[in-house]
């Protein structure tokens, strides 16, 4: 019974990913709509497989959350007109959030003259380097010289010392 559980585990884990690459990556759809879903596709595939539940599924867990944040900075790629803006935001000091879970407080600032959009993925690690979680953030529109301030929120409950890092950040 138990390699079945882990066999449709891992033929579900392939679904979601297959469907978080394939949202993204559509060329007839405005800029910020492949942002948007690569946003919904690794929100989804991160939160979904991480319910999973069964310890055999750990390492499909932590592939697919490599995956899901691969999938996204793809998709995130294929934007056009987007600019790389890592220098616009700032990670606070993660903490525990109300849920449990980690969270870190995100400011991104607007260097540009005009009002703009961004799209990030967060990695969360652990003290050694290792991909715990990721996650993807819209930002709506921030007005030049502006500053927006967020929280990226991990989708999993994570133990031990962990830290953020910005991963990518799009700005169109």
């Not at 019974?1 to 585990?9: F, L, P, S, Y």
């Not at 060329?27 to 948007?36: I, L, M, Q, T, W």
């Not at 220098?87 to 003259?113: C, I, K, M, Q």
Request: overall charge positive; charged content about 15%.
């Amino acid at each position: 019974m138990g390699r079945k559980v882990n066999r449709c585990t891992a033929a579900w884990v392939a679904v979601l990913l297959g469907c978080a690459g394939l949202t993204g990556c559509s060329s007839d759809e405005s800029p910020s709509s492949p942002a948007s879903s690569a946003a919904s596709a690794a929100r989804s595939a991160a939160s979904s497989v991480a319910s999973a539940g069964s310890s055999a599924a750990a390492s499909a867990v932590s592939s697919a959350v490599a995956s899901a944040e691969s999938a996204a900075s793809s998709a995130l790629a294929t934007v056009k007109g987007g600019l790389d803006a890592k220098a616009d935001v700032a990670l606070g000091s993660v903490a525990t959030g109300s849920n449990g879970r980690p969270e870190v407080p995100v400011n991104v600032t607007n260097h540009d003259s005009k009002p703009r959009r961004y799209t990030l993925v967060v990695n969360f690690k652990d003290q050694s380097g290792n991909l715990l979680d990721v996650v993807v953030l819209d930002v709506p529109q921030v007005a030049s010289g502006g500053t927006a301030h967020t929280t990226a929120r991990s989708n999993r409950d994570l133990t031990g010392t962990v830290t953020a890092e910005v991963r990518n950040a799009l700005r169109y």
